[in-house]
């Protein structure tokens, strides 16, 4: 049972525009939400998080919005360059709880 | 500050022996957890570590586990390895604050033969 899922797996944008990644969650009890970049053979990169008590949060180029209501999570990255090719992960937790639940990824190519 | 270290980063071993892997976690960091990541199933939680008490547990078999020592270094060990086994391990550490990030590091590279 897939309960972070991130429905897009590949992702092709201009260099200068705006990114949107996409994530969607089933379990209720996840509160804190975060965004990972991750190169090959390297571990993921904390890039942004959101707890549920709020519906954006934002970190230079990089905001997430978080619509509790549909259980669905954004990565908006503005504007885009080309050293944000990677994968993006999104993470869910449930609260006192370190385990991370993690989306599948989706791979994001700027393209010069 | 030094980041998540894992070690080695790279490990070939044959089907049917045991493995270990190592974690040094951010200074002052607590919570070690470990994940698998596989081409076909992501990145799956395998379990954390507290004060060097196992707190969660993923639905891994009992092939795999884990410890933490005094220091909140942590070691994983896989015994009678499989060809599935053949994955990405990686380390994250936290702080002991609520809702906080974790950070990762580089990964041991596993191929089981």
């Known amino acids: 049972d897939q309960q972070v899922k991130q429905n897009s797996p590949s992702l092709s944008v201009q260099e200068g525009r705006i990114s949107i990644l996409n994530c969607d969650y089933t379990n209720s009890m996840f509160d804190y939400f975060l965004w990972y970049k991750k190169y090959p053979a390297e571990g993921p990169t904390f890039l942004i998080s959101?707890?549920?008590?709020?519906d954006k949060n934002e970190d230079g180029r990089f905001t997430v919005f978080l619509n509790k209501s549909a259980k669905h999570l954004s990565l908006h990255i503005v504007p885009s360059q080309p050293g944000d090719s990677a994968v993006y992960f999104c993470?869910?937790?449930?609260?006192?709880?370190?385990?991370?639940?993690f989306g599948t990824g989706t791979r994001l190519t700027i393209i010069p | 500050k030094a980041g998540v270290t894992q070690t080695p980063r790279y490990l070939i071993k044959t089907r049917g022996q045991q493995v270990t892997l190592s974690c040094s976690p951010i200074s002052g960091h607590r919570s070690v957890s470990w994940y698998q990541q596989t081409p076909g199933q992501g990145l799956q939680f395998l379990f954390e570590?507290?004060?060097?008490?196992?707190?969660n547990k993923g639905n891994f078999p009992g092939r795999f586990s884990g410890r933490q020592f005094s220091n909140s270094r942590s070691e994983m060990n896989v015994s009678t390895l499989e060809l599935g086994d053949s994955a990405l391990y990686l380390c994250a550490s936290s702080s002991t604050t609520v809702n906080t990030e974790a950070f990762f590091g580089q990964g041991t590279r596993l191929t089981v033969v």
């Open positions: 570590y507290f004060s060097e008490t196992q707190r």
């Open positions: 959101i707890s549920s008590i709020k």
């Open positions: 993470a869910a937790s449930a609260a006192g709880n370190e385990k991370l639940t």
